[in-house]
C-alpha cells in the first residue's frame, strides 16, 4: 500500500472511483484513503480509530493494522477499514463535506458488493432459523389461527385444536414437524384454519 499525502485535493479526485479496495474476497478502504479524501492528517485518523470506544472484538473484524511504505521509502502504520469500521469511524466527521463522502464512500461499498455478488464471489445466504426456533413459531401461529376461530365461532379451543389435529391426522398440535410429511400437515392446518375462519356463522 503505497500512498503520499502532500497533494491530497488531486488524491481525492483519483481515487474517487477507487475508494473500496478488494482482498480474497474481501472489501475495505484504508485509513490513508479516509485521511486523503476527508483532507485530514494521517496520523490524525490513526489516532481516532485507536480512540475508537468500540469493543475489543469489533475492533478486530473491521480495523487490521498494515503498513505501507511512504515517500521516503519507509514503512509507516496504516489500517484496512471494513464497510462497518468505515461507518463507526465516519459517525464523528462532521460537515457537508464530510456527508458527501460518507455517502460517496457507502455507495462505492454497496457498488463492489453487487459486482462481487454478480461474479459470484459473494452468495448471499440468509441466517438460517434454528429448527426449535422455527417450530415454536410455527406453534404459536398455529395456536394463535386456532384460538382466534374458537372465539369467533364460540367453542372451547381444546375442541377447535382438536378439530385441526383430527383434520391433519396428529393427536396434538406438538407433533407437527417439519420431517417428512410434517410441511404438509402444517400446510393441510392452515388450509383447515382458513376455510373454516371464513365460514359463514
Known sequence: MEASQNNAPEAITQQAENIVEIDDGQMFTTSLIVAEAFEKEHKNVLRDIENLECSERFNQLNFEPVEYKDAKGEMRPAYRLTRDGFAFLAMGFTGKKAAAWKEKFLEAFNA??????????????????????????????????????????????????????????????????????????????????????????
Not at 385441526?164 to 407437527?176: S, Y
Not at 384454519?193 to 359463514?200: G, H, K
Open 112 to 201: 463492489m458488493e453487487q459486482r462481487l455478488i454478480s461474479q459470484g464471489a459473494i452468495v448471499r445466504i440468509p441466517p438460517r432459523e434454528p429448527a426449535a426456533t422455527r417450530k415454536q413459531r410455527i406453534m404459536k401461529v398455529l395456536r394463535g389461527r386456532t384460538a382466534f376461530w374458537a372465539f369467533v365461532d364460540k367453542i372451547p379451543y381444546q375442541a377447535a385444536e382438536l378439530a385441526v389435529c383430527a383434520h391433519v391426522g396428529i393427536d396434538r398440535l406438538e407433533n407437527i414437524t417439519e420431517e417428512g410429511d410434517g410441511p404438509k400437515r402444517i400446510q393441510a392446518a392452515f388450509a383447515y384454519l382458513d376455510d373454516v375462519s371464513s365460514r359463514p356463522t
